[in-house]
């Protein structure tokens, strides 16, 4: 349990403090022409941690956790963070969810802050396959999609996303796949002879991880990711009841 929770603490430094206040130099980077890169990059960090499995809670069910996802270098079209020396940079949320009765639907909210920037959102998870006690051997499959709003001190915008993922429902280890894609805004704001300008993109991607059971109702898992062409790691933590 001690490893548990010392994980839950790290994810954030993990997957926010990779570069310390990564979007703090947007101000003296921005131009009209690097807003949708960057925008495709920020999407892909929050599509990131829209699924960790294709299974869904089931009624009546409450699972919350944390998430984090690592950009391992912005997309070379992406002025903003390159021309600002970023490396590799992150964003994590906290998520909580619960299953409605009957219709095979999860609700889920999520959000973060730190360093002056904001994610608040929430989605529905529709469960399209599910395995069973005597159907191991098929896959679990669902469908979700998710809407966020985004905030900083010289940006805000919103990301939509919607994906499908499979997951097999196997003794501790529970391996899963799935695709997505981001449409994600970004705005400009307080950046005098910027404010208003605004950039929109739409991008896909595409996940395979495996998630663990340590212990009973305990899970954890890890992912490699391809955001937008760029390479990325998933890695979160949670309970599950």
Same mark, same amino acid.
């Given at each position: 349990?001690?490893?548990?929770? @010392? ?6 430094? @993990? ?201 009973? @109702? ?24």
């Amino acid at each position: 349990m001690r490893k548990f929770i @010392l994980l839950l603490c790290t994810l954030p430094l @993990l997957a926010a403090g990779v570069k310390a206040g990564p979007f703090s130099d947007f101000k003296d980077n921005v131009q009209a022409a690097y807003l949708k890169p960057f925008a495709a990059d920020l999407g892909g960090l929050i599509g990131g941690n829209d699924f960790n499995s294709g299974r869904s809670i089931g009624f009546p069910g409450f699972e919350a956790g944390l998430a984090g996802v690592v950009q391992a270098k912005p997309a070379i079209e992406d002025r903003i963070l390159r021309d600002a020396g970023v490396g590799a940079f992150g964003a994590a949320v906290l998520h909580a969810g619960a299953a409605l009765p009957l219709i095979g639907t999860d609700v889920m909210l999520r959000g973060t802050g730190y360093s002056g920037f904001s994610i608040i959102g929430g989605g529905l998870r529709y469960s399209v396959l599910k395995s069973g006690t005597l159907t191991k051997f098929i896959p679990d499959v669902s469908v979700s999609a998710f809407y966020d709003v985004i905030n900083y001190d010289y940006f805000k915008g919103s990301h939509m996303s919607l994906n499908a993922a499979a997951s097999f429902d196997l003794p501790v280890i529970k391996p899963y796949a799935g695709v997505g894609i981001d449409r994600t805004r970004v705005e400009v704001k307080n950046v005098p002879g910027f404010n208003g300008m605004s950039g929109t993109i739409a991008k896909p991607r595409y996940t395979l991880g495996l998630r663990f059971s340590p212990m009973p @109702l305990l899970y954890v898992y890890g992912a490699y990711n391809m955001l937008h062409g760029q390479a990325a790691y998933s890695m979160g933590a949670g309970a599950k009841f």
